[in-house]
């Protein structure tokens, strides 16, 4: 049975970092993809950043490139997000999801089918 965990959010000020991180089971850590997701009050979900467990290969929304970093731990069975630079509007709840075909390089949430319960990450000044 596919599992993942969100860990990680909480309260910050715009400027500061957090440091997300995704455990999952019951696949193969070579294997798929691991995105994570966010989605913000009267808004749709989008898109972050994604990782391929097999090659690394990645992707940034460009909202965040250059201040979030995604990374994976295959002995540790981990994804995580380092987010840096915080600004008032990455206050989301944020997911991290599994996909198991090649459209999850595109990041995109309707072609994850496997899906934590969400992180809230809160901007405050």
């Known amino acids: 049975q596919v599992r993942l965990a969100e860990s990680g959010g909480g309260l910050v000020q715009p400027g500061g970092s957090l440091r997300l991180s995704c455990q999952f089971s019951g696949f193969d850590r070579h294997y798929g993809f691991v995105g994570w997701f966010r989605q913000a009050p009267g808004k749709e979900r989008e898109g972050v950043s994604c990782i391929s467990n097999s090659r690394g290969n990645t992707y940034y929304a460009d909202s965040v490139k250059g201040r979030f970093t995604i990374s994976r731990d295959n002995a540790k069975n981990t994804v995580y997000m380092q987010m840096n630079s915080l600004k008032p509007e990455d206050t989301a709840v944020y997911y991290c999801?599994?996909?198991?075909?090649?459209?999850?390089?595109?990041?995109?949430?309707?072609?994850?089918?496997?899906w934590g319960q969400g992180t809230q990450v809160t901007l405050f000044s």
């Open positions: 999801a599994a996909d198991f075909e090649a459209s999850g390089m595109r990041c995109v949430p309707s072609s994850y089918d496997y």
